[in-house]
């Protein structure tokens, strides 16, 4: 199994920045993605950003975070980070790290226990 917790959230005003991270633990050589995705209060859990943990970096982005929003990782630390720049109000969520993992009898997705972002007007 594969453990995530995350950090770094918090309150900021509107276009300022902040950088989210998400340490994993457990099966980390199984793990095949990491991204982070985000909820609002009456909304739907929404993709925000995966990566590959391959030799080769795969990165995916939503829409309405592209080109503010950056994903990294550091294998050394088994930890995964976002940063968020020139936030917006409608970016505030709760902001769940992800991890899908190689496991048998087929793969399997594990989730932090989320993370606040309140942006501010």
């Known amino acids: 199994q594969v453990q995530l917790v995350e950090s770094g959230g918090g309150l900021v005003q509107a276009g300022g920045s902040l950088r989210l991270s998400c340490a994993a633990s457990?099966?980390?050589?199984?793990?095949?993605?990491m991204g982070w995705y985000r909820q609002a209060p009456g909304k739907q859990r929404e993709m925000v950003t995966t990566?590959?943990?391959?030799?080769?970096?795969?990165?995916n982005y939503a829409d309405s975070v592209k080109g503010r929003f950056t994903i990294s990782r550091d294998n050394a630390k088994n930890t995964v980070y976002l940063q968020m720049n020139s936030l917006k109000p409608e970016d505030t969520a709760v902001y769940f790290c992800?991890?899908?993992?190689?496991?048998?009898?087929?793969?399997?997705?594990?989730w932090g226990q989320g993370i606040q972002v309140t942006v501010s007007s």
């Open positions: 990566i590959t943990t391959g030799n080769i970096e795969n990165t």
């Open positions: 992800y991890a899908r993992y190689s496991s048998f009898p087929g793969p399997r997705n594990s």
């Open positions: 457990g099966s980390i050589h199984n793990i095949n993605t």
